[in-house]
């Protein structure tokens, strides 16, 4: 027990310390946000206080404390961020007034795994009518160059996609249920071909030590409507059988 906290810990510290020397997160020693602004000089510095050690004392507005545990609840329970927050999210990036929080991106592709039904995909027009792709991806993940352009759901604004192409194929596992009218879907895209449509939240993972739990997912979230132009797919198989249709021992 004490040997795996130990590793936890070790492991944190490592994290932390590396984030301190990369450059991509120095922000925070920036020069505070002018006087007037929106919540404060420094955005939630109650939070950071913990790691960054010479953040001012200064507390939250209650809009800021709503954020930060919206933002919060999302990455830790995965519960989609309001589009009221979303909104503000917007307009703190595109203000550049907290730039160590609110990140603008450069230029980075972005992915975003899903599994969908056969209707849905086939609505798209994205798969050739060619027996021998559609052979291959029955069988295995195919990547298909496309230019489409993929909407939130009617009650959401912002979608999750990460940096991290292997954690995006983690969901797509099979989850139980009926198998065979679904697909394991990859969507990528870019930042470039997205313009101000994307948050980087790397710069909320370094907060604390309970945000940098996540630092790994690498999320960004996908405000609005999002161009797309590589699609991997491949048929929901089922998991009782290996590639080859021979059942699993």
Request: glycine share 6%; charged share 25%.
């Amino acid at each position: 027990m004490y040997l795996r906290r130990f590793i936890r810990e070790a492991s944190y510290e490592e994290e932390r310390a590396a984030a301190r020397r990369s450059p991509y997160h120095r922000g925070w020693k920036a020069s505070p946000a002018p006087e007037g602004s929106v919540f404060g000089q420094y955005v939630f510095a109650p939070e950071r206080a913990p790691i960054w050690w010479d953040m001012p004392d200064e507390e939250n507005t209650p809009e800021e404390q709503a954020l930060y545990d919206e933002l919060y609840r999302h990455i830790d329970k995965n519960i989609s961020v309001t589009d009221d927050a979303i909104r503000q999210i917007v307009d703190l990036v595109q203000s550049g007034t907290y730039p160590d929080v609110f990140k603008t991106t450069g230029d980075v592709r972005l992915y975003r795994g899903m599994v969908l039904t056969r209707d849905i995909v086939d609505g798209w027009g994205a798969i050739p009518d060619d027996e021998r792709i559609r052979q291959k991806i029955s069988r295995q993940f195919v990547t298909l160059p496309v230019d489409m352009t993929i909407n939130p759901k009617s009650y959401q604004l912002a979608t999750s996609w990460t940096t991290r192409e292997d954690l995006a194929k983690h969901f797509t596992r099979f989850k139980g249920g009926n198998f065979s009218n679904l697909y394991k879907v990859v969507l990528s895209a870019t930042t470039t071909a997205n313009p101000e449509k994307f948050f980087d939240l790397s710069g909320f993972y370094m907060m604390n030590q309970q945000t940098s739990h996540y630092m790994s997912e690498k999320e960004f979230l996908g405000i609005g409507s999002i161009n797309v132009d590589v699609l991997q797919i491949a048929e929901m198989s089922d998991p009782s059988k290996d590639a080859f249709g021979n059942p699993r021992y």
